[in-house]
């Protein structure tokens, strides 16, 4: 068993949370009633171990890596981040945070994200939400969010012990967008346009603003790299290496 990696920065700790390789079906299948048609095929996907964040990043963690700067409209240490576009993220979060951790601290591809709210290795298939068929336990959505973001960890975990993988904010992935899963890598990696990248880039979740048919696992959605909401954050990821220690980042 693979213990979780505690991360301190500037006096803000977190968890990432491992995931153990293996394969799993990505997708919706034809018969379902609720699914839309850029949420398929369903195919196979096998793809190495990761660790993943239990929670969103949140304003605390955020505040710790930008120097106290909160783009938070909702603001709360405990409340995910959001009003941060994908180039936010990419081109200034993430370096600065490889630079203090030293660690190759990335977003997560869309399979990874998909594998981990599915419950990994062991629980990837059955449930329509992160960790319940029943939306109200595990997620923040239109319904029952008030208008507003939530305190990350407050409804339950999905099997793997992560929080808030359906509802509460969108979480951008690294992938580019493409209007369906036809000729996807099956191998876990991002699905990028390189080197054009002038597509859309993907987000998954749903989100406190969103009905349930939108936090359901396989649904898939899409914004400008640019693009900032007030329902749209983020989690991170770090890879795994053969012996099982953490990728280093490459100042």
Partial sequence: MIDPHKEM???????????EGGTFDMGSPDDDTEAYSYEKPKHRVALPG????KYPVTQDLWKAVM????????EGDDHPVEQVSWD?????FLPQLRRLSGLHYRLPTEAEWGYAARGGKYHTEG????????????????NNSEGETKPVGQKQPNQLGIYDMSGNVWEWCEDDWHNNYQNAPENG??????????????????????????CRVALRNRAAPGHRALNTGFRLVLSMQADGRLVPAFL
């Fill in 50 to 53: 990761f660790y993943i964040g």
């Fill in 189 to 214: 990696l991002a699905w990028i346009n390189d080197p054009d990248r002038g597509t859309p880039r993907v987000y998954r979740g749903g989100s406190w603003t969103n009905a349930a048919r939108y």
């Fill in 127 to 142: 449930y329509k939400y992160a960790g319940s068929d029943r939306l109200k336990d595990v997620g923040w959505f239109s």
């Fill in 67 to 74: 120097s106290g700067e909160n783009p938070s409209d909702f």
């Fill in 88 to 92: 936010d993220i990419t081109k200034i």
């Fill in 9 to 19: 920065i500037n006096g803000c700790e977190f968890l990432m949370i491992p995931v």
